[in-house]
C-alpha cells in the first residue's frame, strides 16, 4: 500500500471513530517530526557523530555465531531441519490456549461487527485437529509465491476495534518466496497448512508453498545468496524480463548461480501441479539493488540500511506490503545475514548482552544509552522497538516504523498519525500518555 493510501485510510477511519464518540482528534504528524532537525533524517549525519563507522563489527562467521547462540536465548526462533517430531498433546494445548485467548476478547470481522463464538468454532472445526497423529513429522516446503502467515486458518481479519482496518490481530507475518517450512499438520480439505517457520507458526495456504526433500529444502536456504539492499528486487523467470516471479524486500535472497553483464542468474524454487516443489532459473537485473553475499556488518551499513527505509509504509504483520516496527528491524539486519525474530519482545532477547532499564529515571537511562552509541542497538518498551541513533542535545533518537503519536491538547487530546518509517525522539507521547523514554525496558547491542 502506498503512502497516500495509507493516509486516506487512516483519515477515513478516524473520521468514522470521531463520528462515534472518539475522545481523540487525529490528524497527520508533521514532517520532520518534533525536535527533528532535517540533518537529522539523514544518514549521513549520524554516520559522521561516530568513530570507527566503517569497521566491520562482526564477520561471517561470527555473524553465524551470533543466529546459532540466539536459538538458545527467550527469541522463539528454531532451526527447522533439527525439527524433531511434535507429540499430538503439545500441537493440541498450543491450540487449546489459542482458542482460550480468542474466548477472553472481541475482535471484529470486516463488516465491523463483532466476530461470535460460532466463527471461532467454525475455524477450529476446520483445523480437523481430530486427525492428529500421535506425533506430526515434519514434512519440508519453500514458499513459492509471497503469502501470509496467518494465526488461524481464514482469510477474516481480526480487529480489535471496528474501522481499525490497519489491524488485523489474526495476522502475523507476510512470507517471502523462498522461505523454508516445516509443515505439522492440514487443515480439513488441506487448504490450509500449519508450519513451522525459522521464526514463528502459524497458518499458510497450501497452494502458496511446494514440498520437497529436506535436503533439497536445505540446499536452496544454504546456498550462496543474492540478497536484496535496497526496498526491495524484482525477480523475473525470464532474462527478457517478460515474466516477473517476484519481489524480494530488503535482506531476503535467493540462491546465486553466475552473472552475466546484464543480469544475475539465480534460482527460483516453482511447484509442479502435484504440489511438489522443483527449481528453475531466475532472473535479475544488475541494475538493481542487490548483493552477492551479504552486506559487510559495520554501523556504516546498519545506518544506511534503516535510513533507505524512512518514510516506507508501516504494515502491521507486512499488511499491505508494510513494515511493523519489528519487521523493519528485521529486513534492516538480515542485509548482513543476522537473523532477528519478528516479535518486538523476542527481537529485545536476541543478544546476551540485553541491559535491563527498568527500574531507571529518565537521566539515567540516558546515561547508559550514551554509552551504546556507536554501534548497533535496540531500544525495546513494551510492544515496540527501535533502532538506537544517538544522544543529541540531551535528547534521545532512534529510527523506527511507528503508527502515530499522542499529544495532550485543549479541548480534546490530538493524536498525529506518522505510519511509517521515521525519526523521532523519545519524548513523543503514547496512547497511555508515557513518553518513550520512560517506558524503554532493555537496550540490546547486536554485536
Request: neutral net charge.
Amino acid at each position: 500500500m502506498n503512502f497516500n493510501r495509507a493516509v486516506a485510510m487512516f483519515l477515513v477511519g478516524g473520521a468514522l471513530l470521531l463520528t462515534a464518540g472518539c475522545a481523540a482528534e487525529r490528524v497527520l504528524a508533521p514532517s520532520p517530526l518534533p525536535h527533528v532537525k532535517p540533518d537529522y533524517e539523514k544518514a549521513e549525519f549520524w554516520a559522521a557523530r561516530q568513530p570507527d563507522i566503517a569497521k566491520v563489527i562482526a564477520g561471517e562467521e561470527r555473524i553465524r555465531e551470533i543466529n546459532r547462540g540466539a536459538l538458545l536465548l527467550d527469541t522463539a526462533l528454531v532451526d527447522i531441519f533439527a525439527a524433531r517430531p511434535v507429540k499430538r498433546e503439545d500441537l493440541l494445548a498450543f491450540f487449546s490456549r489459542l482458542r482460550a485467548e480468542y474466548d477472553l476478547k472481541t475482535f471484529y470481522g470486516h463488516s465491523n461487527f463483532p466476530l461470535r463464538r460460532n466463527f471461532f468454532d467454525g475455524v477450529f472445526e476446520d483445523m480437523d485437529l481430530g486427525s492428529l497423529p500421535a506425533e506430526a513429522v515434519p514434512e519440508y516446503a519453500l514458499v513459492v509465491r509471497e503469502t501470509d502467515m496467518r494465526e488461524i486458518p481464514t482469510h477474516e481479519i481480526g480487529m480489535k476495534e471496528p474501522y481499525d482496518n490497519e489491524f488485523d490481530y489474526f495476522q502475523y507475518s507476510r512470507l517471502e518466496c523462498g522461505t523454508p517450512l516445516a509443515v505439522l499438520h492440514f487443515s480439513r480439505g488441506r487448504k490450509w497448512c500449519f508450519v513451522q517457520a525459522s521464526f514463528a507458526k502459524g497458518w499458510v495456504q497450501a497452494a502458496d508453498i511446494a514440498f520437497g526433500r529436506i535436503e533439497d529444502v536445505q540446499r536452496f536456504v544454504n546456498s550462496p545468496p543474492l540478497a536484496a539492499i535496497g526496498n526491495g528486487a524484482d525477480v523475473y523467470a525470464d532474462p527478457g524480463w517478460r515474466r516477473h516471479a517476484f519481489r524480494l524486500p530488503m535482506g531476503a535472497a535467493v540462491p546465486y548461480l553466475t552473472s552475466a553483464p546484464e543480469h544475475y542468474r539465480v534460482m527460483l524454487p516453482v511447484s509442479d501441479a502435484r504440489g511438489k516443489l522443483r527449481f528453475r532459473e531466475g532472473y535479475v537485473k544488475n541494475s538493481e539493488p542487490v548483493s552477492v553475499g551479504y552486506l559487510p556488518y559495520t554501523t556504516e551499513g546498519v545506518l544506511r540500511q534503516a535510513f533507505l527505509l524512512r518514510g516506507q509504509p508501516y504494515g502491521w504483520g507486512g499488511m499491505f506490503g508494510g513494515r511493523d516496527c519489528s519487521r523493519f528491524l528485521r529486513d534492516v539486519f538480515r542485509s548482513f545475514g543476522i537473523q532477528l525474530p519478528v516479535n518486538s519482545m523476542r527481537q529485545s532477547n536476541f543478544h546476551p548482552g540485553r541491559k535491563s532499564l527498568e527500574g531507571m529515571t529518565d537521566g539515567e537511562k540516558k546515561a547508559v544509552l550514551r554509552d551504546f552509541e556507536g554501534r548497533p542497538a535496540l531500544l525495546y518498551l513494551r510492544g515496540h522497538i527501535m533502532l538506537l541513533l544517538g544522544v543529541v542535545e540531551d535528547r534521545v533518537y532512534a529510527i523506527h516504523s511507528t503508527w502515530a503519536y499522542r499529544e495532550e491538547s485543549e479541548p480534546t487530546p490530538r493524536v498525529y498519525h506518522i505510519g511509517g518509517v521515521a525519526v523521532s525522539d523519545l519524548s513523543l507521547r503514547g496512547s497511555s500518555g508515557e513518553t518513550l523514554l520512560s517506558r524503554i525496558k532493555a537496550v540490546t547491542p547486536i554485536y
